[in-house]
């Protein structure tokens, strides 16, 4: 079946360490977005790609980065830049031809920085 | 990305009708009105989606104002599984120079009781 996703589910990192959460798609989407959530708050949008070799920033960009070598694939790192981590982080693939371009998400990976 | 406005919580009994307003006076002639719902701790499921006329799946129905300018959504028979927060957003077709960015507002907290 195709789909989204996300892994691991939980991740645990002690406070000052990188962190790459994992993003795979089998949609053939091209585009893809990573959002984060905070408890009793809506989506933010962190950083978007449209396609292969370029992404955009989101709103809250600052102490995260991305790459997107492959059409499938799309990590997301969170450094030690930044200052909050813990949070859950949504990731989510669209079509970019036609009209339905709806998005399609993961199930998301709960951070946990101690 | 137009900005869309949708209040912050709503209650509704079960197997009545649920009816989720969205404000987006800004939307340009091209965007298409999305909802998305999430239920605690998961990622956000597609609900509908429709550019002018009124629109209805197995899920939902969608009523959009002439002028464009709001629209509904409607759950004809709530359920307790329909207990979520509903995200109403804006986005222009796939293609056009706007496009790009997905971004979700806060949502409305729907809860349905017995």
């Known amino acids: 079946d195709g789909g989204i996703t996300q892994s691991p589910k939980y991740l645990f990192r002690k406070e000052g360490q990188n962190v790459t959460l994992s993003c795979e798609q089998n949609?053939?989407?091209?585009?893809m977005y990573w959002y984060r959530q905070d408890p009793g708050q809506g989506l933010r949008l962190i950083y978007y790609?449209?396609?292969?070799?370029?992404?955009q920033k989101g709103d809250i960009a600052e102490g995260y980065s991305v790459s997107r070598e492959k059409k499938e694939s799309f990590p997301l790192t969170v450094t030690s830049a930044q200052k909050n981590p813990t949070a859950f982080y949504l990731c989510?693939?669209?079509?970019?031809?036609?009209?339905?371009?709806?998005?399609?998400f993961g199930q998301g990976t709960r951070l946990t920085v101690v | 990305d137009a900005k869309t406005t949708q209040p912050t919580s709503m209650d509704c009994a079960e197997g009545r009708a649920a009816n989720l307003p969205c404000n987006h006076s800004?939307?340009?002639?091209?965007?298409?009105v999305y909802w998305y719902r999430q239920i605690h701790s998961q990622g956000p499921q597609y609900i509908i989606h429709?550019?002018?006329n009124n629109e209805t799946n197995e899920m939902a129905s969608l009523i959009i104002t002439e002028d464009r300018k709001s629209s509904t959504l409607i759950l004809p028979h709530a359920t307790l599984r329909d207990t979520a927060v509903y995200y109403c957003?804006?986005?222009?077709?796939?293609?056009?120079?706007?496009?790009?960015?997905?971004?979700f507002g806060q949502g409305t907290i729907l809860t349905v009781h017995p």
């Open positions: 989510a693939s669209t079509l970019n031809r036609g009209m339905n371009t709806e998005a399609f």
């Open positions: 949609l053939n989407h091209d585009a």
């Open positions: 790609s449209q396609i292969v070799n370029d992404f």
């Open positions: 800004t939307i340009s002639g091209n965007e298409y």
């Open positions: 429709g550019l002018k």
């Open positions: 957003i804006v986005r222009a077709p796939a293609g056009g120079t706007s496009y790009g960015k997905l971004t």
